[in-house]
């Protein structure tokens, strides 16, 4: 059973560690997730980028398939499908769709339009038992057509933003998405810890979880960070095994081209970068 992403974020804020969320792009990226995340006996959130929604053919399908896997794969631990980056418009969708929890990134609008469409939709979200995650500060990089400066989050934005009612909060601290250059300048610490102390409980989301050395995360899970979001990581690591066993040429042997064949050593990598990551943000054996 899909649910909202808010108690398991506050038992993860409580604790000094994270959950991660992992986004999600088919069939097998979603397997593997959850296979995991119930070996592991880990709470997890799936990410749903607009993109991502529109490729599996609408939110609606997502969710379908979510839902028959929790019920087929016997899954017990707390599951939030959960949209990433989402628009106005988007975050409509995916309540009507069954979303157990939305992000709205307002983080492009100045901030009275951001306080203003947020606030819109926390009651929406709250009226149907859903979490909400609102933005401030860009992320750097470009996902979707979203592109970000990595601008860092203005602490008192923060606390308007978070005095709404919000569930969680993703504040800009120099993180990107995708890969990160040589020449990146590292965590704004000093910005998360201003934040933090002006949002109090409030979970906060670190954006672009690739590449970010481990003490960096460690860090930022005890400065208040209580979910932290991996997509390319997973993408590399598929991509590397499917290439590798193409190379190989094991899909000219026998039936290797057989699409369950050809898409499970990429599926495993991602069982194996999802295991590293939950290892690393503290999950493990926290929805026993």
């Known amino acids: 059973?899909?649910?909202?992403?808010?108690?398991?974020?506050?038992?993860?804020?409580?604790?000094?560690?994270?959950?991660?969320?992992?986004?999600?792009?088919?069939?097998?990226?979603?397997?593997?997730?959850?296979?995991?995340?119930?070996?592991?006996k880990s709470p997890v959130i799936l990410g749903v980028s607009e993109g991502a929604g529109k490729y599996m053919a609408g939110y609606k399908t997502v969710v379908g398939m979510v839902n028959g896997m929790l019920e087929e794969l016997n899954i017990t631990v707390p599951v939030a499908i959960h949209l990433d980056h989402g628009?106005?418009?988007?975050?409509l969708k995916c309540v009507e769709a069954g979303f157990s929890s939305i992000m709205f990134d307002g983080s492009h609008y100045p901030i009275d339009e951001n306080v203003e469409k947020t606030k819109?939709?926390?009651?929406?979200?709250?009226?149907?038992?859903?979490?909400?995650e609102a933005e401030v500060g860009s992320i750097g990089g470009e996902e979707d057509g979203v592109i970000g400066a990595g601008e860092c989050a203005d602490p008192n934005e923060c606390k308007a933003i978070a005095d709404l009612g919000v569930d969680m909060?993703?504040?800009?601290?120099?993180?990107?998405?995708?890969?990160?250059?040589?020449?990146?300048?590292?965590?704004?610490?000093?910005?998360?810890?201003?934040?933090?102390?002006?949002?109090?409980?409030?979970?906060?989301?670190l954006?672009?979880?690739?590449?970010?050395?481990?003490?960096?995360i460690k860090k930022a899970i005890s400065l208040g960070v209580a979910k932290i979001n991996v997509n390319t990581e997973c993408q590399l690591s598929f991509a590397a095994a499917t290439r590798e066993y193409i190379e190989a040429g094991k899909d000219q042997q026998g039936k290797g081209f057989d699409p369950r064949k050809?898409?499970?050593?990429?599926?495993?990598?991602?069982?194996?970068?999802?295991?590293?990551?939950?290892e690393l943000f503290g999950s493990v054996g926290k929805a026993e």
């Open 1 to 40: 059973m899909l649910v909202s992403a808010k108690e398991m974020l506050q038992k993860a804020k409580a604790g000094h560690y994270a959950v991660g969320q992992f986004n999600i792009n088919n069939l097998e990226w979603t397997k593997s997730i959850l296979l995991t995340a119930q070996e592991l």
């Open 87 to 91: 628009s106005y418009e988007g975050c």
């Open 120 to 132: 819109e939709l926390v009651k929406i979200a709250h009226d149907k038992g859903m979490s909400i």
């Open 169 to 205: 909060l993703a504040a800009g601290i120099g993180n990107i998405h995708g890969k990160y250059p040589d020449n990146w300048a590292g965590l704004s610490f000093e910005t998360l810890d201003a934040v933090q102390q002006k949002t109090g409980d409030m979970p906060l989301v």
């Open 207 to 216: 954006h672009g979880g690739t590449g970010i050395p481990e003490d960096m």
């Open 262 to 278: 050809l898409l499970a050593p990429g599926a495993e990598a991602i069982k194996a970068t999802v295991k590293e990551k939950m």
